[in-house]
């Protein structure tokens, strides 16, 4: 159903894939748009219970195309070192294909306080509690992964 790597010898392995998406905050969330036009848009993300959560209005472009088709991608860039002498960079990437939905409860505290925990963990613990509670306008999306995949450049290449 996925496509092997082409150049499998860069492809990373399974803990260093977790590990670029529990290190980084931001990726590139892509679906199907409007006019079936591809919709591609950054946001803040948490990995968690082996699954990729993120927030998002109630209304909107992002939650109208997931409820047209929940299949995804999600894309983040771990390291992109500009090499000039070679004409090329240094790079790691992570991508997630699976399929999104929207959470409920339990999952939904569940998922909301860890993504509250990771950015902003130095806020009084009353209230990130009441900010998970008392979220009205903010629904959190799941993406259920069905396939994920790492690749670095081969100078990263052990």
Request: negative net charge; charged residues 30%.
């Amino acid at each position: 159903m996925f496509r092997e790597m082409r150049r499998n010898i860069q492809a990373l392995p399974d803990d260093e894939i977790i590990a670029v998406l529990n290190l980084n905050s931001n990726g590139v969330l892509a679906c199907r748009g409007d006019d079936d036009y591809p919709y591609a848009v950054p946001l803040n993300y948490i990995y968690f219970n082996k699954k990729i959560y993120f927030h998002s209005a109630k209304l909107g472009h992002k939650l109208d195309s997931i409820v047209k088709d929940p299949k995804v991608s999600f894309a983040v860039i771990d390291e992109d070192t500009i090499l000039s002498e070679t004409y090329t960079s240094a790079f790691r990437s992570v991508i997630a294909f699976g399929k999104a939905r929207i959470t409920e409860n339990p999952e939904h505290t569940e998922a909301f306080m860890a993504l509250v925990e990771k950015y902003s963990g130095d806020q009084p613990e009353e209230s990130k509690k009441h900010i998970v509670a008392h979220c009205e306008r903010a629904c959190i999306v799941a993406i259920d992964i069905e396939h994920l995949t790492g690749k670095q450049a081969k100078e990263f290449v052990k």
